[in-house]
Nanobody, 115 residues
Framework: QVQLVESGGGLVQTGGSLKLSCAASGRTFSTYHVAWFHQAPGKEREFVATSSPSGGTSYADSVKGRFTISRDNAKNTVFLQMNSLKPEDTGVYYC?????????WGQGTQVTVSS
């Protein structure tokens, strides 16, 4: 069982930056694929970025060049550095972890980008 707790959300102006953190419980965190998802108001949850156990990463086209996912396995934490934020980045950001699919989810952290 893995518990995930996100933090770091808040209110930021267009063009600003935020760094989200996701702290995980469990000894096997380093063996999981971890990811960030975004749910905009009134819309479905969408994939943002993922990090494999080996450190490989992939991103949604909408955030490439602006967001960076990273992980610190020693601290059981995954990060999402968000730069050049846009109003459409507003929403709740969720951390997820799993092997073949994302079965563990955090409660989410709110990000609001003002125009």
């Amino acid at each position: 069982q893995v518990q995930l707790v996100e933090s770091g959300g808040g209110l930021v102006q267009t063009g600003g930056s935020l760094k989200l953190s996701c702290a995980a419980s469990g000894r096997t965190f380093s063996t999981y694929h971890v990811a960030w998802f975004h749910q905009a108001p009134g819309k479905e949850r969408e994939f943002v970025a993922t990090s494999s156990p080996s450190g490989g990463t992939s991103y949604a086209d909408s955030v490439k060049g602006r967001f960076t996912i990273s992980r610190d396995n020693a601290k059981n934490t995954v990060f999402l550095q968000m730069n050049s934020l846009k109003p459409e980045d507003t929403g709740v950001y969720y951390c997820a972890a799993g092997y073949g699919s994302y079965v563990y989810w955090g409660q989410g952290t709110q990000v609001t980008v003002s125009s």
